[in-house]
């Protein structure tokens, strides 16, 4: 199959990579022609593992281009993916779908036979049909199918994600269109992934549904973490007694300093206000979204706790920047918050991220960026975890301690044993983690 891949961003580069690899010819295109000369050189604009070799592997074998010409690569496409930003729309929390109708209008003018357009951007229900509008009303004649094919992959683990998913969701109004669709992703049929078709409304819905399901479980283990600290629980052992039952699951009973990124703040705001507007609040989803706003705003507070009510003058090593492992994306991070809080409180800050630093600076101001975790934490009076890297867990405890001016240690990921730090002689804290007894 040949496919258009409208967006060379997080979703459009790794989708367009993948369907590569399953053997389609693929163009990816992106107005900023800076991001596709850096591609045809073999430069990533985004960290993702393995993708780089991915991409160039499948370009080496002919099957991966990249481009400026819309036209061009929708002229001669049997199905063209929109994979365009959706970001919130300043004051009402909708998603903008400004990029989505632009790509529509754009593709309008370029079909030249039979094409699926596919909406892969997250985008609200609906989205679709306006889509198949604007196409309709630029070029009456085009023959032409709209599906909704809603990505559903983890920044860290998009590849793995993408060539081994749970299930692939795919909304399409016609046969023919369902046709396209399953040939596209025939070889999924080998490990026998399932295949949901619905219709584009149905498959819209599910997107936003996921997340903002998988938004509440985080939330809610959150939740239970400050309960455990109250009473003197563990949380991860509560997770692991909930989530052995079947019907709860283990993912996403992670408790930390709340979600970020690209995806769950965005989506959850676009599924509240999408459901406001239809009279069918989501009043579950709309104290999701208050309950991670404020929690993330609380964890700098609860580092002044630590620190016995002032962290002015003090020295904090802040490991992790990136609102997750295994990326540099910034978007949302709970870093965002808890810095510029912990700044304004009097404290200095000197940060290491493997990947995001360079993200970070960008979005933050008057933190000083180490090379190395170990040079974070050199004179430090506190070592803050914020983001869980694998790497900060294999961390010497014995050096990070020589290093430190105190050893104190909050760990809002719970990456560290807290009877094991506190053997080394650290002063630890985690999130819903028991204190020692006294």
């Known amino acids: 199959m040949r496919i258009a891949m409208i967006g060379s961003g997080y979703v459009g580069l790794v989708s367009g990579a993948c369907f590569a690899q399953f053997g389609h010819d693929v163009v990816c295109v992106d107005k900023d022609a800076g991001k596709i000369d850096r591609l045809r050189k073999g430069e990533m604009p985004i960290y993702e593992p393995g993708l780089d070799k991915l991409v160039a592997d499948n370009v080496r074998a002919g099957r991966l281009a990249f481009g400026t010409d819309l036209g061009s690569a929708v002229g001669g496409a049997d199905a063209v993916f929109i994979a365009v930003g959706t970001p919130t729309r300043r004051g009402d929390g909708h998603a903008d779908l400004s990029y989505v109708y632009a790509a529509a209008a754009e593709i309008a003018e370029s079909i030249r036979h039979y094409t699926v357009v596919v909406t892969k951007s997250t985008v609200p229900v609906g989205t679709g049909r306006e889509v198949a509008r604007i196409i309709r009303a630029a070029q009456?004649?085009?023959?032409?199918?709209?599906?909704?094919?809603?990505?559903?992959?983890?920044?860290?683990?998009a590849i793995e994600d993408f060539m081994k998913p749970d299930r692939v969701v795919i909304g399409v109004e016609s046969q023919r269109a369902r046709d396209v669709m399953a040939a596209i992703y025939r070889p999924l049929n080998l490990i026998q992934t399932p295949m949901v078709f619905t219709n584009t409304e149905t498959a819209e819905v599910t997107k936003y549904a996921g997340n903002a399901f998988l938004a509440t479980k985080i939330t809610f283990i959150n939740e239970i973490a400050d309960l455990c600290e109250k009473v003197g629980a563990d949380?991860?052992?509560?997770?692991?007694?909930?989530?052995?039952?079947?019907?709860?699951?283990?993912?996403?009973?992670?408790?930390?300093?709340?979600?970020?990124?690209?995806?769950?703040?965005?989506?959850?705001?676009a599924l509240a206000y999408t459901a406001r507007e239809v009279g069918a609040p989501q009043t579950i989803v709309e104290q999701v979204i208050d309950v991670n706003t404020t929690r993330k705003k609380r964890m700098a507070q609860k580092v002044i706790d630590f620190c016995g009510g002032s962290v002015a003058g003090v020295t904090i090593a802040v490991l992790g920047l990136t609102f997750k492992a295994n990326?540099?994306?910034?978007?949302?991070?709970?870093?965002?918050?808890?810095?510029?809080?912990?700044?304004?409180?009097?404290?200095?800050?000197?940060?290491?991220?493997?990947?995001?630093?360079?993200?970070?600076?960008?979005?933050?101001?008057?933190?000083?960026?180490?090379?190395?975790?170990?040079?974070?934490?050199?004179?430090a009076d506190l070592l803050l975890v914020i983001t869980e890297w694998h790497e900060f867990r294999g961390l010497d405890p014995r050096r990070i301690k020589e290093a430190?001016?105190?050893?104190?240690?909050?760990?809002?990921?719970?990456?560290?044993?807290?009877?094991?730090m506190r053997g080394f002689g650290f002063t630890y804290e985690g999130i819903g983690r028991p204190k020692p007894r006294t």
């Open 140 to 157: 009456p004649a085009a023959e032409f199918d709209v599906a909704s094919n809603p990505e559903f992959l983890r920044e860290g683990a």
């Open 235 to 269: 949380v991860h052992d509560v997770a692991r007694g909930i989530g052995l039952d079947g019907r709860i699951g283990r993912k996403f009973l992670h408790p930390g300093p709340g979600f970020g990124g690209s995806c769950f703040p965005k989506d959850t705001l």
């Open 327 to 379: 990326t540099d994306d910034m978007r949302d991070a709970p870093s965002l918050d808890i810095v510029p809080a912990l700044q304004a409180a009097g404290a200095k800050i000197v940060a290491f991220d493997p990947e995001g630093m360079e993200e970070a600076a960008r979005a933050l101001s008057g933190v000083t960026f180490a090379k190395t975790a170990y040079d974070a934490v050199s004179g």
């Open 404 to 420: 430190m001016r105190q050893p104190r240690i909050v760990d809002l990921r719970n990456i560290f044993d807290p009877d094991e």
